[in-house]
């Protein structure tokens, strides 16, 4: 079965490059561009979320307190992907509920590989 992964990023270019990569491995790409935008779209089997962190209408931490506050999504892995790389933001988002933290500029092979280690 496929395996879905949402990513939310205010960036077309970024959401593109993501997708790409994403797909390219196969899995099945959702994408949203704000918080707002991705909790509309959070419908069903999303297995993953990959969400940049400043964002307007919603931030990516404010994205994963609302999607933590559902049941159907209490467990699955939520990734920060982001140009923030301070202790204090990082702490922000394991606080919120993020399983990881990818710092821009990143490689189609570290967003893989932290993909493939909390997607089981």
Request: a positive charge; proline letters at 3%.
């Amino acid at each position: 079965m496929t395996k879905t992964i949402m990513t939310v990023d205010d960036s077309a270019s970024v959401r593109q490059m993501v997708g790409f990569t994403l797909k390219k491995e196969g899995y099945s790409v959702i994408e949203a561009s704000d918080g707002k935008d991705a909790l509309g779209k959070l419908r069903g089997a999303v297995n993953m979320v990959i969400t940049d962190l400043n964002m307007p209408n919603m931030d990516g931490i404010e994205l994963i307190k609302n999607i933590r506050a559902q049941a159907a999504y209490k467990f699955i892995p939520i990734v920060m992907l982001t140009t923030e790389s301070q202790a204090t933001k990082k702490q922000e988002g394991k606080s919120a509920g993020a399983t990881g933290w990818i710092v821009k500029p990143f490689t189609p092979e570290q967003l893989l590989a932290v993909v493939k280690k909390v997607l089981r």
